[in-house]
């Protein structure tokens, strides 16, 4: 068991004791703190133990000493998901991952050289939150080595990285939203009115269909995933959510529907051959195909030139409709129910203005006051 040992200096060193009988002190010095010194000397009990293990003659030593590419060509099949996340890991993969790890068995791959690796990223400039994707792949599959009994523990466990920095993001008021509308053709203005009133994510719009409209209520069930060019019928997060419709939202809907014929489905392949009952709501009139994001977003870009407002997106129409739920005091688990959030917390990343707590604030300080005279 791991354990610490104060030196004549007051400061701390490390000891691991790999097997019975066998002690390791820690390297790269000393520490002051007695916590610090057991956490580095549980570290290197983790990691030599993983050493001696999987250096022992045996079945699962000879696959662990595969080199990492190998074994990612190996898993790499089970990590296919029908969503637009899987072409990002695959570009980790190609440009950051196996260029590093490809060759280097995965009996070697080390702690140390994975927070040096994640170091020199950081250096040549990619952001905080990319490079703990490029970790995360790493580790996602030194943790299915593990799953697998390939290997007895995963040296990316428990690796430190910058955080990312939550800043400040774009989101759209009322008074914008109309003057973009304002400046676009009746067929994207609809579009983006639409994404306003409902605060649906982009690809959710994209593979709205007419049978998800049921009186005033739109069930979100089926996305548009652009990387496969395939319908998707469960949106993120898994679970169909309801989302009530404004008599804006109520007025385009039925609009849309009356146009689609009937019985007309949307032509558009459906994850492991769905069957699809109804055509989309929101079909790009120039290719016939449906909307993507990436379309959705330089509409909105060229009607905000227009207009002479702020550029955005479709998120930032989304984070629009959560601002203003946020300000309207809308019960927090109702507003999760309407955004498909799972977390609570992503309300703090989504509303973004309250003059509510503006409010409460100054109410506060002067009751703080008020109680301080007395």
């Not at 791991?2 to 400061?11: D, I, N, P, T």
């Not at 060193?13 to 010194?37: N, S, W």
């Not at 000879?62 to 080199?67: G, K, N, P, Q, W």
């Not at 601002?323 to 109702?334: A, E, P």
């Amino acid at each position: 068991m791991a354990s610490v040992e104060k030196l004549k200096s007051g400061r701390y060193r490390g000891i691991a004791y790999p097997q019975p009988g066998v002690k390791v002190t820690t390297k790269g010095g000393t520490f002051k703190y007695e916590r610090d010194a057991l956490k580095a000397a549980m570290d290197l009990e983790v990691d030599l133990r993983r050493q001696a293990e999987l250096r022992q003659p045996g079945e699962k030593s000879e696959l662990a000493t595969i080199s990492w590419g190998e074994w990612w060509d190996l898993i790499v099949d089970s990590r296919a998901r029908p969503t637009d996340a899987a072409a990002s890991e695959a570009s980790y993969v190609k440009n950051h991952v196996r260029p590093r790890w490809g060759d280097v068995p995965l009996v070697d791959i080390e702690r140390d050289d994975i927070e040096k690796w994640a170091k020199v990223k950081l250096a040549e400039g990619y952001k905080p939150n990319s490079v703990q994707k490029m970790v995360a792949v790493l580790s996602v599959s030194l943790n299915t080595a593990v799953d697998q009994k390939v290997l007895k523990s995963s040296p990316a466990a428990r690796i430190k990285l910058p955080r990312q920095r939550k800043t400040m993001k774009t989101w759209v008021p009322r008074q914008n939203q109309a003057k973009i509308a304002d400046a676009l053709t009746d067929e994207h203005r609809e579009l983006i009115q639409f994404l306003g009133e409902t605060g649906l994510r982009p690809n959710e719009l994209c593979g709205l269909h007419a049978d998800q409209i049921y009186g005033k209520i739109l069930y979100v069930r089926t996305v548009y995933v652009l990387t496969k060019k395939f319908m998707r019928d469960w949106p993120k997060g898994q679970d169909v959510r309801k989302v009530p419709l404004t008599p804006l939202a109520l007025e385009i809907a039925r609009k849309r529907i009356a146009a689609v014929q009937a019985n007309q489905t949307c032509g558009v392949p459906h994850y492991e051959d769905a069957p699809c009952s109804a055509d989309i709501l929101f079909r790009n009139s120039n290719t016939g195909r449906p909307y993507t994001p990436p379309k959705i977003r330089s509409i909105i870009l060229a009607g905000a030139r227009a207009a002479g407002v702020p550029g955005a997106s479709g998120y930032a129409l989304r984070r629009a409709v959560a601002t203003y739920l946020g300000r309207s005091g809308v019960d927090l688990h109702r507003m999760m129910d309407i955004m498909g959030w799972k977390k609570a917390e992503l309300a703090r990343e989504y509303i973004q203005e309250s003059p509510g707590a503006r409010a409460d604030l100054i109410k506060a300080l002067a009751y703080a006051e008020a109680e301080d005279e007395e």
